[in-house]
């Protein structure tokens, strides 16, 4: 998980202060900050993405969206701008890209795509390219003459499409590509989503259709390649007609590929190859750029795929280090005799870690590089709710009363369990006149008397890493608590006998992992739910923290541990569940009743509801409680 720069407002201190009896009135000033972060992706001056001076209308500045009708209808998945405005239509999403800085949309497509490989279909590629061309944007039609995608060593034929193994056969599969071919353009065209640049092959090498011959007689795939050339022109006399090739691992090769297209008299304008950046450099690129230019003057290169990460297991990767490689490798493309381009690859997969929307949909910022490169401005103002920055909410106005008749012992709370992770993330606490503060005196000068604090088992995975949400183990409430104890605050210890989130979802009372071999062991399960709660509970009393409150449990209302129910009814009125729940329960409360006397004890139920809470509390009630 990414560490987020956190700079917003949170009222919660002031209006606080109404229950201690103040007034207040005037400008609510941040209470929550922060100037540094640990993510790069954020550091402005990380950023090496400026204009490219030598970039012109012919440059290709391209996403591939093939993924997208997929993600969107079959995923259901919703698209947004950098500030979080809803994309509603394909044409909204295309129109944004389009004042991200994007020139073109490309799509691949398949020949007949099975269910795993539908994203490919021609249908779908009729969807995105007509509401790209809508939008004003230039489309590339990606033909891989496969039923898959293809690569490099895999030029797999389509259902149907036989292995030319002799002269005749290579001139029947010649006819079966020209033909797919031309009818894939029509249906393209009767869709209103004809194609500006026609791409021909998928990472081809010297195996387009899976023929071979690589001598100086016998160029055979690049024969074929020349002549499905000639059936787009006669299709669309306007269409570009580009050749999809591997990047060769030796730069100066290209010029090999420029030799075969030549040999076979290919009339073609771009030649693009597919990049893996973990083989081939920038500087790679620019060789190559530089060798076919010598090669073929009058046509174009371009890197026709790559894909470029966001995000990476080791932690290298960032919306900064995505950013400068989308530049860099577009860069190397690039010169005062080359218009050069990049297609950027799964631009369209949502959460990806190469896409270029994130999890929840929102546009990363990435793509605002084609803009920049183009000297353009382009606003990626994120939502300052959801990315930390400022939401404006300081320099509104409140006005507060006192509450009458409140009592000493009236509880004033706030759930702060995040505290302690936020403050390694680099968050700062302020007060109303802006001076850093530790947050416990801003809260407790402002009525707060209580904080709570969920408490998790072991929420770490196997490799000692934390699941996020606070991080909170006994270890960091307790670093909490203490700093709490310091002013004078009452806490809540809130159990969710589970090693993350508990609620009342299908799979939302997770068993604690150290507790699974006791499922089904209602006395084995009660000694586990004993011995934690009060350990616990004594190490917080014995560190000098004055606990309050201790909930046993969380939204238990359809039960927990294995007296989860599928609905509050089986939790509590069928004895096979109520009992184990009625059994945590007093396990719980018991350990509680020892470790801390004067203690409350909670119990957590969800969805105000009288009846069932009535139902509950009797089943509690009945079993001795």
Known sequence: MRKRSIKTITASALMLTLLAGSVVSGPVSAVLAADTTADASTKNSDLKASKIADLTSDSVLSVDMTDYQQYLNDYKKTYYTYNGTELKTSVDLM???KDSGVNTVTVKIAVKP???NAKFSLDNAVKTLSAA???GLKTNAVLMFSDKQTYAKDQTLPDGWN???SQTAADKLLDQAKDYTKSTLKTLADGKANPDIVTLGNEVNYNFLGLTGNDDNDWNGFYDLAQLAKVVKDSDKNAKVAYGVAAPSKASDIKWVASALDKVKADYDILGVTDYPDSTSTSDLTAMRDAFAAAAPKKQFIVSGVKVANQSSDGKASVTTQTNDIYSILNATVNSSNAGGIVVDSAAAVGDWNGLFDNDGYAVKSLAVFGTVQGKTIDTTGNPYRDG?????KEKKVNISKINNLAANDIRGVDISSYEALK???VKYYDFEGK???LMKVLAENGVNYIRLRIWNDPKNAEGKYYGGGNNDVATDLKIAKEAAQYGMKVLLCFHYSDSWADPNPSGQIMPKAWEKDKGNTEKLS????????????KFTDAGVDVGMVQVGNEITKGFLDGFGSNWQEAWTNSTYSDRNNAYLKAGSKAVRKAAPNALVAIHLETPDANKYRAIMDSWKKAGG
């Open 389 to 393: 920055t400022d939401t404006g909410l």
């Open 436 to 438: 850093e503060q530790p």
């Open 95 to 97: 129109k944004f890209l």
């Open 163 to 165: 292995k030319a193994d």
């Open 114 to 116: 099975d269910k795993d």
């Open 133 to 135: 061309k809508e939008a």
């Open 424 to 426: 390694n993330a680099g």
């Open 527 to 538: 000694d586990d739910v004993y011995n934690f709660t009060y350990d616990t509970v004594k």
